[in-house]
């Protein structure tokens, strides 16, 4: 049973434009919510995160929004960048289990075009 | 600061052959270890996680065991392998309860 779910497995942007990557999730003990940006061969690296507590968090050009009632949480970046163009992973945290592991989805590869 | 370092980048072994994968982590005591897998198409599986020196929590059966031997070193194995366990396995670290992985960069293990 996949508790953390990215439906689109790539989405394809325009440089400059915005991307907007999707997140559902079916546990509501989720407390904490991550992004993490992939290279090929390389390992996940941080981007950014948000509590179950806020709806919003901003960074720079990455802001994640969250409803909590959806179960839902997005990624916006914005303006897209070509060097943005990777493997996102949306992650969650609690669940009722173990406080010490992410749950994570399969991911969506972004393609920012010139 | 904190660095991860996981080894070898790329493996070849062919079935019914033995597995060590290492990670190490430098700048850091007592953190939270963890292995990863990613197969084709799918996302992050979690496999083994650890809280402390010989404290090793497994979230799937499977072909593959981690040890702890010291603090700040984790290591897969398996001693028997199938062709099933390739994929890409990723070493990763937290500071405790902290939310935040911290991954090495990982190993393609392609079994043959």
């Known amino acids: 049973d996949q508790q953390v779910k990215q439906n689109s497995p790539s989405l394809s942007v325009q440089e400059g434009r915005i991307s907007i990557l999707n997140c559902d999730y079916t546990n509501s003990m989720f407390d904490y919510f991550l992004w993490y940006k992939k290279y090929p061969a390389e390992g996940p690296t941080f981007l950014i995160s948000i509590s179950s507590i806020k709806d919003k968090n901003e960074d720079g050009r990455f802001t994640v929004f969250l409803n909590k009632s959806a179960k839902h949480l997005s990624l916006h970046i914005v303006p897209s960048q070509p060097g943005d163009s990777a493997v996102y992973f949306c992650a969650a945290k609690g669940g009722g289990g173990s406080n010490y592991k992410l749950t994570f989805g399969k991911g969506t590869l972004l393609t920012v075009n010139p | 600061s904190q660095t991860i370092h996981q080894w070898p980048a790329t493996l070849v072994q062919p079935v019914g052959s033995p597995l060590s994968l290492e990670c190490t982590v430098e700048?850091?005591?007592?953190?939270?270890l963890y292995w990863y897998r990613q197969a084709a198409g799918r996302g992050l599986q979690l496999l083994f996680y650890s809280i402390g020196i010989g404290q090793i929590s497994s979230e799937v059966p499977q072909n593959l065991s981690a040890s702890r031997p010291q603090d700040r070193q984790f290591i897969l194995s398996s001693k028997k392998l199938l062709l099933s366990d390739s994929g890409f396995y990723l070493c990763?670290?937290?500071?405790?309860?902290?939310?935040?992985?911290?991954f090495g960069s990982g190993t393609q293990l392609s079994v043959l």
């Open positions: 700048g850091t005591s007592n953190p939270n």
């Open positions: 990763a670290w937290s500071p405790g309860l902290d939310e935040k992985l911290f």
